[in-house]
């Protein structure tokens, strides 16, 4: 059999890796497993179907562990090294490189599955880590302002029309109003977050519109968080979001403002005024404050509803720690819809 449990179980051995000396630490998120050993990563997507993404079948797991490997390497080259194939012969799984794979095939083996393979990069390293020790220096954040600017000014255009742009806020507003607001939640201030952001978003409806006239809308990251880059020389970001196009369709400053909100909310707060400035410079692009205010707290209810989805599984990983992250993510969605009231008001004066 070479069903998912049976697969995860070669996985978790170190003769899948050819030496029963190294030691393997797997890792479940939502989407997959993550396997770390030594200095490599391989990662098997799950079988899984949500509204946002379909790895039911084999073929659409190869085909976004490839997509996984063509879109890192804008911003992590040399990171990703290739698909690994999970193969089956005579009841015996084995991990083949597909470039041995494609040299010398083999016609008795069927491949049941691709993982992808990385460089392992260093933890100590990592944004959210250095954050953490408080370790990070301006230098730091200069760095990554200097790869995230070039990388937006390489980074094809989406054409997409500004009443569409505006509805995509609003359709993910209304997915947020249904899962925080269920009664089984009980979430402090929730109800008002939501509301406020429905008036900030129908005030700044013109200035949304107005980036996807001017073009602004890039195939960007995705899911640009701390814990995806690595301070290394140059920094590298991993974990591109590569199994939906249009949730990469973003405004560079929409995903900027994301890394800004989880820099604070991971105790750095000084980290977001640098970078958006500094990236506003080199892209000679300044859009409006009450703009970064908006898909600051637009992001924010994104997380919280993203955590309190975790409860809706029939069995929630980690259950009491969804509800304390929403918690706090609802408030800097608060904060940041009093920075949008404060702009306003004296805009009006």
Same mark, same amino acid.
Request: glycine content about 4%; overall charge negative; aromatic content about 8%.
């Given at each position: 059999?070479?069903? #998912?449990?049976?697969?995860?179980?070669?996985?978790?051995?170190?003769?899948?890796?050819?030496?029963?000396?190294?030691?393997?630490?797997?890792?479940?998120?939502?989407?997959?497993?993550?396997?770390?050993?030594?200095?490599?990563?391989?990662? #098997?997507?799950?079988?899984?179907?949500?509204?946002?993404?379909?790895?039911?079948?084999?073929?659409?797991? &190869?085909?976004?562990?490839? &997509?996984?490997?063509?879109?890192?390497?804008?911003?992590?080259?040399?990171?990703?090294?290739?698909?690994?194939?999970?193969?089956?012969?005579?009841?015996?799984?084995?991990?083949?490189?597909?470039?041995?794979?494609?040299?010398?095939?083999?016609?008795?083996?069927?491949?049941?599955?691709?993982?992808?393979?990385?460089?392992?990069?260093?933890?100590?390293?990592?944004?959210?880590?250095?954050?953490?020790?408080?370790?990070?220096?301006?230098?730091?954040?200069?760095?990554?302002?200097?790869?995230?600017?070039?990388?937006?000014?390489?980074?094809?255009?989406?054409?997409?029309?500004?009443?569409?742009?505006?509805?995509?806020?609003?359709?993910?507003?209304?997915?947020?109003?249904?899962?925080?607001?269920?009664?089984?939640?009980?979430?402090?201030?929730?109800?008002?977050?939501?509301?406020?952001?429905?008036?900030? #978003?129908?005030?700044?409806? $013109?200035?949304?519109? &107005?980036?996807?006239?001017?073009?602004?809308?890039?195939?960007?990251?995705?899911?640009?968080?701390?814990?995806?880059?690595?301070?290394?020389?140059?920094?590298?970001?991993?974990?591109?979001? $590569?199994?939906?196009?249009?949730?990469?369709?973003?405004?560079?400053?929409?995903?900027?403002?994301?890394?800004?909100?989880?820099?604070?909310?991971?105790?750095?707060?000084?980290?977001?005024?640098?970078? #958006?400035?500094?990236?506003?410079?080199?892209?000679?692009?300044?859009?409006?404050?009450?703009?970064?205010?908006?898909?600051?707290?637009?992001?924010?209810?994104?997380?919280?509803?993203?955590?309190?989805?975790?409860?809706?599984?029939?069995?929630?990983?980690?259950?009491?720690?969804?509800?304390?992250?929403?918690?706090?993510?609802?408030?800097?969605?608060?904060?940041?819809?009093?920075?949008?009231?404060?702009?306003?008001?004296?805009?009006?004066?």
């Amino acid at each position: 059999m070479h069903d #998912l449990a049976s697969k995860l179980k070669f996985l978790q051995s170190p003769q899948a890796f050819g030496d029963s000396a190294l030691q393997v630490e797997a890792l479940e998120t939502h989407m997959s497993w993550v396997f770390l050993v030594g200095e490599q990563v391989f990662k #098997l997507k799950k079988p899984v179907r949500f509204p946002f993404l379909d790895f039911a079948t084999m073929a659409s797991r &190869e085909y976004y562990c490839r &997509e996984e490997l063509r879109l890192n390497a804008r911003l992590a080259p040399g990171v990703y090294r290739g698909l690994m194939a999970l193969q089956w012969r005579d009841g015996v799984f084995s991990l083949v490189p597909e470039s041995r794979l494609q040299a010398n095939p083999d016609p008795s083996s069927e491949t049941v599955d691709w993982l992808v393979w990385m460089r392992r990069v260093p933890q100590v390293r990592m944004l959210d880590h250095l954050i953490l020790h408080k370790q990070l220096s301006t230098d730091d954040v200069d760095a990554v302002t200097n790869v995230m600017s070039t990388f937006y000014r390489q980074a094809p255009i989406v054409e997409v029309n500004p009443d569409d742009y505006l509805s995509r806020f609003q359709y993910e507003q209304a997915s947020t109003r249904e899962v925080l607001l269920r009664p089984q939640f009980q979430l402090l201030d929730v109800a008002q977050a939501i509301d406020r952001l429905d008036t900030a #978003l129908a005030i700044g409806a $013109e200035l949304l519109r &107005e980036r996807a006239r001017q073009q602004r809308v890039l195939d960007g990251h995705g899911d640009l968080r701390p814990e995806h880059i690595c301070l290394l020389q140059p920094p590298v970001v991993i974990d591109c979001l $590569e199994f939906n196009p249009q949730l990469r369709q973003v405004d560079p400053f929409d995903e900027l403002a994301y890394l800004a909100l989880e820099c604070a909310v991971a105790g750095a707060s000084w980290v977001g005024e640098r970078l #958006l400035q500094g990236c506003a410079a080199a892209l000679h692009d300044h859009p409006a404050p009450a703009l970064i205010q908006v898909y600051t707290a637009h992001r924010a209810l994104l997380r919280a509803r993203l955590a309190m989805a975790h409860l809706l599984d029939s069995t929630p990983r980690t259950p009491t720690k969804w509800a304390p992250q929403a918690t706090c993510y609802i408030d800097h969605a608060l904060a940041a819809l009093d920075a949008f009231d404060s702009i306003y008001r004296s805009q009006l004066k």
